[in-house]
């Protein structure tokens, strides 16, 4: 299957700082759906981008599709400890989903 | 939104025996339901795909034989891990594709771990 690669694999942060991962891939993307998992939890659907370029926002998330459609990104704005847990990024194919290696979010109180 | 519950959520075996898993869309017919395996902090990694009425489609380095899928409702999949071992041990999760969506919708994933 694709590839797509995440980056950072950790990202510690303070309470109240920013957060950014993102996502790459070396072919072209039909889509990218952003997932995020408790720790314990399962994943969560948290949004789908399919056009290029496209910016979407949840509250203080701001997920964005690259021109190319070859990568995204996930930014929090002033992380919460509620935050915490692992962000993955994955493509939709035909019948399947594509995941990112994820990104673990630890937020410091 | 859409529910998948799956059962059991935790589940502990001796080796060599064999272990089911459900998946069971609530409130929607899933045409297409997902067989995922998570190891300890990494990604989570498709096993299979399961669409109801057919056979499995199986990602390269799944054994078929030890990981037997049956999708034999719209509303419904298992998954049985057959002579379980303990390098069998993982956290398993499932997913379904609601009608005239591309939208996964995962189950809470069972836990199993093989003495």
């Known amino acids: 299957g694709q590839q797509v690669m995440q980056i950072p694999q950790y990202q510690h942060v303070q309470e109240g700082e920013d957060f950014t991962t993102y996502c790459n891939s070396s072919t072209t993307l039909s889509n990218i759906q952003w997932y995020k998992q408790r720790p314990g939890g399962h994943p969560v659907f948290l949004i789908q981008l399919v056009k290029s370029g496209e910016v979407k926002k949840q509250k203080r998330l701001t997920f964005q599709f690259g021109e190319a459609k070859k990568n995204s990104s996930l930014h929090i704005t002033a992380t919460q400890t509620t935050d915490v847990g692992t962000y993955f990024c994955?493509?939709?194919?035909?019948?399947?989903?594509?995941f990112g290696t994820g990104t673990r979010l630890t937020v410091i109180p | 939104g859409a529910v998948v519950s799956q059962h059991p959520s935790r589940v502990i075996c001796k080796s060599g025996t064999s272990v089911k898993i459900e998946c069971r869309s609530l409130?929607?017919?899933?045409?297409?339901m997902f067989w995922y395996r998570q190891f300890p902090k990494q990604s989570l990694m498709l096993m299979a795909t399961?669409?109801?009425?057919?056979?499995?489609?199986?990602e390269q380095g799944v054994e078929k034989d030890k990981f037997l899928i049956n999708h034999a409702s719209l509303t419904l999949s298992t998954l049985t891990v057959t002579s379980a071992h303990p390098e069998d041990s993982s956290f398993y999760i499932c997913?379904?594709?609601?009608?005239?969506?591309?939208?996964?919708?995962f189950g809470p994933g069972t836990r199993l771990t093989v003495l």
């Open positions: 399961s669409n109801e009425g057919s056979k499995a489609t199986y």
């Open positions: 997913s379904a594709v609601g009608p005239s969506t591309d939208t996964q919708y």
């Open positions: 409130d929607f017919q899933a045409t297409t």
């Open positions: 994955a493509e939709a194919g035909a019948n399947n989903l594509f």
